[in-house]
């Protein structure tokens, strides 16, 4: 289809060329995967991401493979349209895992959480199915499509959950341009369309997003975790904070509550009992990084928006309403297309005013004659 009275694509043909890659990879008509999120992700958020025309991923956190089983199960009868699994590298059980989602033919299986471990990458491809990895830099990527990733995810540390150290524009600049053999999918505080453009024109085959769809109205999210995201800003989503060198922690984006001020303090605590020789440094460690355990689910599932983590991108700014999944895709989608358009006005309008400068300057020159 062409803009009415030119010859141009519309914008949406404009952005089905610019995320076909995207698409045919993925499968769905638009290359938008729901980030997968511990607890949120579940088969009425997934399905209905499927369902709208994205691509939902289930997030499998530390389910193990009976109930991984279920949920898969589950997700495929609520959507015939493809999704993926998302499973964490650290799992004790990983390749079980891996084993679930070939035995029930999941099409698309993201290895998150750390470098995916060589077996498991072969154990998804024997199974016919697409391996997608994270790259926290350029050099690990291309490590990562040698060893067999069908395709990466590059996410930045203005995302929600665990994050890297660089940002997104950062990321997407280091990587998109030199990366081409693999389709390449930018996550990280996009919560508009324009910005899902930006990086489609930059080489990426689509994008990532997952704190924009935790108020959709399928999430099963409780309503105070819900209303905490409504209410919150990009500056109230922070990093954890680590206290000292000898004890590091993974930084995890959240919305600043009671938990993440006492964690500081916790930490404080666990050091000063090391110093004294109370605790040797693994007992302080685990005691540390055990601060967290089960935060996700009490936010989440309980509503606990105070001493859980309701881990959170910086777009948390940009979710403003609960709404129907299928209108956070459309909305994004129109974003977008709004974005090309006003490329094409511009371009045009560009095009126009050199010729009328030709022609005045062409006047220019006859009077002068
Ligand atoms: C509540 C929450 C839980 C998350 N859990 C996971 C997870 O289990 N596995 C994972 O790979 N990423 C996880 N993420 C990251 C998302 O999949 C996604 O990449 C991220 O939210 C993208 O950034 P955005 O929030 O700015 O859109 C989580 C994010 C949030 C907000």
Same mark, same amino acid.
């Given at each position: 289809m062409?803009? @009415?009275?030119?010859?141009e694509?519309?914008?949406?043909?404009?952005?089905d060329r610019?995320w076909r890659?995207?698409?045919?990879f993925?499968?769905?008509r638009?290359?938008?995967?729901? !980030?997968?999120?511990?607890?949120?992700?579940?088969?009425n958020?997934?399905?209905a991401?499927?369902?709208g025309g994205?691509?939902?991923?289930?997030a499998?956190?530390?389910?193990? @493979?009976?109930r991984?089983?279920?949920e898969?199960?589950?997700?495929r009868?609520?959507?015939?349209r493809?999704?993926?699994v998302n499973?964490?590298?650290?799992?004790?059980?990983?390749?079980?895992?891996?084993?679930?989602c070939?035995?029930r033919?999941v099409?698309?299986v993201?290895?998150?959480g750390?470098l995916p471990?060589?077996?498991?990458?072969a154990?998804?491809?024997?199974?016919?199915?697409?391996a /997608?990895?994270?790259?926290?830099?350029?050099? /690990?990527?291309r490590?990562?499509?040698?060893s067999?990733?069908?395709a990466?995810?590059?996410? !930045?540390m203005?995302?929600g959950?665990h994050?890297? @150290?660089?940002a997104?524009?950062?990321l997407?600049q280091?990587?998109l341009p030199?990366l081409?053999?693999?389709?390449?999918?930018?996550a990280?505080g996009?919560g508009?369309g324009?910005?899902m453009?930006g990086?489609l024109?930059?080489g990426?085959?689509?994008?990532?997003?997952g704190?924009?769809f935790v108020?959709?109205?399928?999430?099963?999210?409780?309503?105070?975790?819900?209303?905490?995201f409504?209410?919150?800003n990009?500056?109230?989503?922070v @990093?954890?904070i680590?206290?000292?060198?000898?004890?590091p922690v993974i930084p995890v984006?959240a919305l600043?509550?009671?938990?993440t001020?006492?964690?500081a303090?916790?930490?404080?605590?666990?050091?000063?009992?090391?110093?004294?020789g109370e605790?040797?440094?693994?007992?302080?460690?685990?005691?540390i990084?055990?601060f967290?355990?089960g935060?996700?689910r009490r936010?989440? /599932?309980d509503?606990d928006?105070?001493?859980?983590?309701?881990?959170?991108g910086?777009?948390?700014g940009?979710?403003?309403?609960?709404?129907?999944?299928?209108? /956070?895709?459309?909305?994004?989608?129109?974003?977008a297309a709004?974005?090309?358009?006003?490329?094409?006005?511009?371009?045009?309008?560009?095009t126009e005013?050199?010729s009328?400068?030709?022609?005045?300057?062409?006047?220019?020159?006859?009077?002068?004659?």
């Amino acid at each position: 289809m062409t803009s @009415p009275g030119t010859t141009e694509p519309s914008p949406r043909d404009q952005l089905d060329r610019l995320w076909r890659r995207g698409c045919d990879f993925l499968g769905t008509r638009y290359a938008i995967l729901g !980030g997968a999120m511990t607890w949120v992700s579940e088969r009425n958020l997934v399905a209905a991401i499927s369902n709208g025309g994205g691509f939902g991923v289930i997030a499998s956190g530390s389910m193990g @493979p009976d109930r991984l089983a279920e949920e898969i199960d589950a997700t495929r009868a609520l959507t015939d349209r493809p999704f993926g699994v998302n499973l964490i590298t650290l799992h004790p059980q990983l390749l079980d895992l891996v084993a679930v989602c070939a035995g029930r033919g999941v099409s698309h299986v993201v290895l998150a959480g750390g470098l995916p471990p060589a077996p498991a990458v072969a154990a998804i491809k024997a199974a016919g199915a697409k391996a /997608i990895c994270f790259a926290p830099a350029l050099s /690990i990527a291309r490590k990562l499509v040698r060893s067999g990733a069908d395709a990466i995810v590059i996410e !930045g540390m203005e995302a929600g959950g665990h994050i890297g @150290p660089v940002a997104t524009s950062v990321l997407a600049q280091e990587i998109l341009p030199h990366l081409r053999e693999v389709p390449v999918f930018v996550a990280g505080g996009i919560g508009r369309g324009e910005a899902m453009v930006g990086y489609l024109e930059m080489g990426a085959a689509g994008c990532q997003l997952g704190s924009r769809f935790v108020c959709a109205t399928e999430s099963i999210a409780h309503p105070a975790f819900k209303k905490a995201f409504l209410r919150a800003n990009a500056r109230d989503a922070v @990093p954890s904070i680590q206290l000292d060198v000898r004890f590091p922690v993974i930084p995890v984006r959240a919305l600043a509550n009671a938990a993440t001020r006492r964690f500081a303090e916790k930490q404080r605590e666990v050091i000063d009992r090391f110093d004294a020789g109370e605790l040797n440094q693994k007992e302080a460690q685990l005691e540390i990084e055990h601060f967290w355990a089960g935060a996700l689910r009490r936010a989440v /599932i309980d509503g606990d928006v105070e001493t859980g983590s309701v881990m959170a991108g910086q777009s948390v700014g940009m979710v403003v309403r609960e709404e129907p999944t299928a209108a /956070i895709l459309e909305e994004l989608v129109e974003q977008a297309a709004a974005a090309l358009a006003m490329r094409c006005d511009h371009a045009r309008a560009a095009t126009e005013g050199r010729s009328s400068n030709a022609a005045s300057s062409n006047d220019g020159v006859g009077a002068a004659r």
